[in-house]
């Protein structure tokens, strides 16, 4: 089995920082792409930021140059730079991993979310 652990929500005030972690454990072979995903309340979850096994990054327009996505492959661990932040931030964050298992299955996977709130 697989989990990934989310940490480093809370509140902000707008204009602050905040950094999200995400690290994934358990019979883990490789990983692909890593990524963080959000569902403010009444809305759709959606995409923030995603990077792949080989570095490379994509960035919600909402987000761009604000935000920064990384990874420690050696940690099995994603993160999230939130800059600027601005209320409309305020959701609740999701890491979303695609995971190849030591049996050489592949499947998706969440985090339980993480709270992030902007105040104004």
């Known amino acids: 089995q697989v989990q990934l652990v989310e940490s480093g929500g809370g509140l902000a005030q707008a204009g602050g920082s905040l950094r999200l972690s995400c690290a994934a454990s358990g019979s883990i072979f490789s990983i692909d792409a890593m990524g963080w995903y959000r569902q403010a309340p009444g809305k759709q979850r959606e995409l923030v930021a995603v990077?792949?096994?080989?570095?490379?990054?994509n960035y919600d327009d909402a987000v761009k140059g604000r935000f920064t996505i990384s990874r420690d492959n050696a940690k099995n661990t994603v993160y999230l730079q939130m800059n600027a932040l601005k209320p409309e931030d305020t959701a609740v964050y999701y890491c979303?991993?695609?995971?190849?298992?030591?049996?050489?299955?592949?499947?998706?996977?969440w985090g339980q979310g993480t709270q992030v709130t902007v105040s104004s």
């Open positions: 979303n991993a695609a995971i190849w298992l030591r049996s050489l299955s592949r499947s998706v996977y």
């Open positions: 990077t792949t096994d080989s570095g490379s990054t």
